[in-house]
């Protein structure tokens, strides 16, 4: 008798999901881990038997608190990126006074 695929109908019948082959990629594999660990957390906040840990940690995602962390970490790289840009421009401009200088100096001992 030849195997059937199973559906998602029959899945949500029994309530086992389908085992996903390991991604080879790193990032990949992470994202994967996080996908079941994100569906074990809301499989035991609807079955009740999510530990205090669960619940605080979505509790806090949901909070303002979170919230401004989450801008204040966006403005800070936003201002490490601003740094970065204004120290490179710094280099350039140093470079160019440089060449300025010796362009000028070259013009003064030709004209002596």
């Known amino acids: 008798m030849a195997r059937t695929k199973k559906t998602d109908a029959d899945l949500e019948e029994t309530g086992h999901r389908v085992r996903q082959r390991p991604a080879k990629d790193p990032d990949a594999r992470e994202k994967q881990m996080i996908s079941y660990a994100m569906d074990l957390a809301e ?62 100096s070259a013009y003064s001992r030709g004209n002596l």
């Open 43 to 104: 499989q035991q906040l609807i079955d009740g038997t999510a530990s205090s840990q669960v619940i605080t940690h979505f509790l806090k995602l949901g909070s303002k608190q979170y919230e401004y962390e989450l801008e204040k970490l966006k403005n800070d790289n936003e201002l490490i990126k601003a740094k970065v840009e204004s120290y490179e421009t710094s280099k350039e401009m140093v470079a160019l006074y440089n060449e300025a200088m010796t362009a000028m």
